[in-house]
């Protein structure tokens, strides 16, 4: 005896009628931008994924970016201030960032652009302070090699890493005094 769930259905049943491509590619789009903004490149990428035609999936993307849903100059310049006061990335980290999420390079410097180096010293400062906890019971030596390596992962120059972890050490472990 066969179970309601072993059976073809028949081959006359109609299934009703194929999807509008263009339907679905709103549909996959809306859907992607609900929980947070996207760059046009990681939506058409959505789109290729879910076998959108490349031609649907363009002329929806390019009204999407009519109405203002999809907005690659806003992303970055979000995406910039986000990354940057959150987790204290500098510019060169950001930049890469923005090429992964196939941000343009002058899209990508006029959002870089605003970002300045005091801001950069600064959250590179931020940084030093919430890990200095970590590195107390070290010698000099090797916080300031923790430390640095830190602040290099986050994107930030040699010369400012040193100069900020000096700074912040000579503070933490001299109590300011030289």
């Known amino acids: ?3 309601p769930g072993d059976a073809e259905p028949p081959a006359d049943r109609d299934l009703g009628p194929d999807a509008d491509p263009e339907s679905v590619a709103r549909k ?16 058409a990428k959505k789109l290729a994924q879910k076998q959108v035609p490349e ?10 970016e009519e109405v203002g849903l999809v907005d690659d100059t806003a992303f970055s310049r979000e995406w910039v201030a986000q990354r940057h006061s959150g987790k204290g990335l500098a510019k060169r980290a950001l930049a890469q960032e923005l090429r992964r999420k196939g941000i343009d390079d002058e899209t990508a410097r006029a959002a870089l652009d605003e970002v300045d180096q005091d801001d950069e010293v600064e959250a590179a400062r931020m940084l030093v302070r919430r890990k200095l906890r970590s590195v107390q019971g070290l010698d000099r030596d090797k916080a300031v090699r923790r430390l640095v390596g830190m602040l290099a992962r986050k994107g930030h120059s040699s010369s400012v890493a040193f100069r900020v972890v000096k700074e912040e ?8 005094l030289e």
């Open 55 to 64: 031609d649907v999936a363009g002329r929806v993307l390019d009204r999407f």
């Open 169 to 176: 050490l000579d503070v933490e472990f001299d109590g300011g």
């Open 1 to 3: 005896m066969a179970g």
């Open 28 to 43: 996959i789009l809306l859907d992607q931008l609900t929980g947070q903004a996207r760059s046009r490149a990681e939506l």
